[in-house]
């Protein structure tokens, strides 16, 4: 039995069905990871399951007026929440049999359906303030009211958020421990209690009778009975009446259960390596995190009951640090793929979400879920292979951004968040990412958020990329025809020669180029963006800002070997390449400087990701300019994907 379907309507971030606005969402039988910003509805789908199964902790949980949906100045008066378990085994069908939904051609299945109604105005404040809510069988609550019987069975394990893992696994009532313990297979052959008291010394073979020997050996020692005869003598004895006499007794328990022994046992973390076990050791929240959700995790595997094998987690990151919060998604995903558990995480972290299988991603954005699975996205099956493999932490955090832009290398990553700062047009105050692929793969990760069926994300995504075509002016790169007028027509292989130059090709073919860069990563709300002549750098160099990306240069050769340069010698380095290019100016016209001065990035001479450096300085210093005025004179395909991602200066 797993959770197959949610529906959520007028349910706090979620609207109504007639506006598109409700929650539609199937999830998969294993491993379920919900990653977004906050306050996107990730909780929420959380919360509709817990409403609606109640969980094994039996925490308190009422539909409150705030849980109503609200647009602008308007609350709903009705909400509705539904949770579909499909798979159920024959014992669970069994065990359900009158609440099951019977369908030709599918197998019988279990839809549980909460309606709450407001009460109204006038009744507010008295006893009957609280929503009226029902709970029924089938679709939409056309079958009977949910038993008792059938909850015990569907409840849902659910870790909270920023829990304490130490106060969980202490021991006291109903607490986890003693609830995984019971569930252990074994475990109740341990509630036999055979104690002899005329055979005290016998080996006991049971926890309770273990406990009953100690009670026993506690209650007779020397010590212990001096103590209880005179509390009995001095003290009981002249507080008691004739007819009803007082009489203490000192024991461990005063009823030798097995519930009561396992709720007196603790989970606690061996102490590290180098301290000896017989020390006491607080170990850190972190690992007890993880010991509470290993504990779970045996809780759901090793029942071998008919309950619902349903763990869900928020924030499994809380209080671990990068390394094993990959480790922990890891670990969930493996038990979900080989002990049946079907687990649902929500997380904030890129660390989780780049351990996760992408097709186990669900992005949640705006109060609507989106999930990434193979039927859902433009990702093909290499994609999922290729995004397996290259989507780090670095990467991931496109899945909580409101805008991303998707780059090339490095230095696209260094400059353009600080020229979209300068020009007003704040990534990070506008929640944009800036994902750097490394030359490769861009089209892949321009995939991720586009739909199959179309949609546009509300998530702004432009990929940046070069045209790659080299400006016929530049000496220092032949292309086709440069070859073939030196008299070498064809390559050692007998094949034509590379087209790397304008003139190697019609204006036409530039043109179908550039489309084909273009349609291979646009779609939905992906727009992609080609340099206007051929890379970044060389059209930096031919825009508004040639004399800073010129200075930013000099600043990189100054720098040298040593790596660095100080406050002094900065300025220095640039008051007299500022100096230089203007004198430069008055001998050279703009693209031949341009062609001279990329050439010392295309042969390496000079680092491309440094270069931008100082770049990026010199923007944030101000010395390129600011708003509108830099905005113009940034090259025209770099202005484009500003207004796709920011389209209104914050």
């Known amino acids: 039995m797993y959770l197959h379907r949610v529906y959520a309507e007028n349910f706090r971030v979620f609207g109504t ?12 039988q294993g491993l379920n990871v ?3 910003e906050n306050d996107a509805g990730k909780t929420c789908i959380v919360d509709v399951v817990r409403y609606v199964l109640l969980t094994t902790t039996n925490d308190w949980l009422r539909i409150e007026d705030d849980d109503f949906h609200i647009n602008g100045s308007s609350q709903a008066d009705e909400l509705k929440l539904e949770v579909e378990l499909r798979d159920l085994n024959k014992a669970q069908q069994a065990a359900l049999l009158d609440w099951l939904t019977l369908e030709e051609g599918v197998d019988p299945y279990l839809v549980v359906h909460l309606r709450a109604t407001r009460r109204i105005e006038s009744n507010r404040g008295s006893r009957l303030s609280n929503p009226v809510v029902s709970i029924n069988a089938g679709k939409g609550g056309t079958g009977p009211e949910i038993g008792s019987a059938a909850r015990e069975l569907i409840r849902a394990t659910y870790l909270k958020p920023l829990r304490d893992a130490v106060a969980e696994l202490r021991p006291k009532k109903g607490s986890r421990l003693s609830q995984v313990l019971r569930a252990h297979r074994d475990v109740k052959k341990e509630s036999a209690n055979n104690f002899d008291k005329k055979n005290p010394d016998g080996a006991p073979a049971t926890l309770v009778e273990i406990m009953a020997q100690a009670q026993y050996r506690i209650s007779t020692k020397q010590v212990v009975k001096e103590v209880r005869d005179t509390l009995n003598r001095d003290y009981l004895k002249s507080l008691s009446f004739e007819k009803t006499p007082l009489s203490s007794e000192i024991r461990v328990s005063a009823e030798l259960t097995l519930a009561q022994i396992l709720e007196r046992l603790e989970l606690t973390l061996r102490p590290p390596s180098g301290v000896s076990e017989d020390m006491a050791c607080e170990r850190g929240l972190g690992y007890n995190n993880v010991l509470f959700m290993a504990a779970e995790l045996l809780l759901l595997s090793d029942g071998g009951g008919n309950e619902l094998a349903l763990l869900l987690i928020e924030e499994p990151e809380a209080h671990l640090h990068p390394q094993l919060q990959a480790r922990i998604l890891a670990m969930l995903a493996e038990k979900a793929s080989t002990s049946g558990i079907q687990i ?13 299988p992408v097709d186990a991603l669900t992005l949640v954005t705006a109060g609507k879920a989106y999930p990434l699975g193979r039927a859902e996205t433009r990702l093909d099956g290499s994609d999922y292979e290729f995004l397996r493999r290259f989507l780090d932490s670095t990467k991931a955090n ?13 230095a696209e990553a260094i400059v353009l968040p600080a020229l979209a700062e300068a020009v007003g047009r704040s990534f990070q105050g506008n929640s944009v990412s800036t994902v750097s692929v ?15 069926d179309g949609t546009s994300l509300p998530v702004r995504v432009a990929c940046i990329g070069d045209l790659d075509v080299v400006p016929d002016d530049i000496s220092y790169i032949e292309g086709r025809k440069d070859k073939e007028e030196k008299g070498i027509p064809k390559t050692k292989d007998g094949k034509n020669h590379q087209k790397r130059k304008v003139r190697d090709y019609t204006p036409q073919e530039i043109v179908e180029l550039r489309k084909s860069k273009i349609d291979r990563a646009r779609g939905g709300s992906t727009e992609v963006f080609i340099a206007d002549h051929w890379t970044l750098e060389y059209d930096l160099l031919r ?11 000099r600043l990189e050769q100054a720098e040298g070997s040593k790596g660095y340069l100080t406050d002094e010698e900065y300025e220095t380095a640039r008051i007299d390449a500022e100096a230089e290019y203007a004198t430069l ?22 680092s491309k990701a440094i270069v931008a450096q100082y770049l990026a300085k010199l923007a944030a210093e101000g010395h390129l300019g600011t708003g509108d005025t830099l905005l113009a004179s940034l090259p025209p395909y770099i202005k484009a994907a500003f207004d796709h991602l920011v389209p209104e200066v914050v």
Not at 346 to 355: G, K, V, W
Not at 589 to 604: F, G, M, P, R, S
């Open 17 to 28: 069905l007639a506006d598109n606005a409700h929650l539609d969402l199937q999830f998969r």
């Open 34 to 36: 919900f990653v977004g």
């Open 344 to 356: 649902v995480v929500t997380t904030h972290s890129p660390s989780i979400a780049s351990a996760a």
């Open 398 to 410: 496109l899945f909580f951004a409101r805008g991303v832009l998707i780059v090339e290398g490095p």
């Open 438 to 452: 490394g030359g490769v793969g861009l089209f892949r990760f321009a995939r991720i958020l586009q739909r199959k």
């Open 543 to 553: 825009s508004g800002v040639a004399k800073h990306m010129f200075v930013a240069v």
């Open 585 to 606: 100016v008055l001998l050279e016209n703009q693209e031949t400087i341009a062609a001279n001065v990329y050439e010392l990035l295309h042969t390496k001479k000079v």
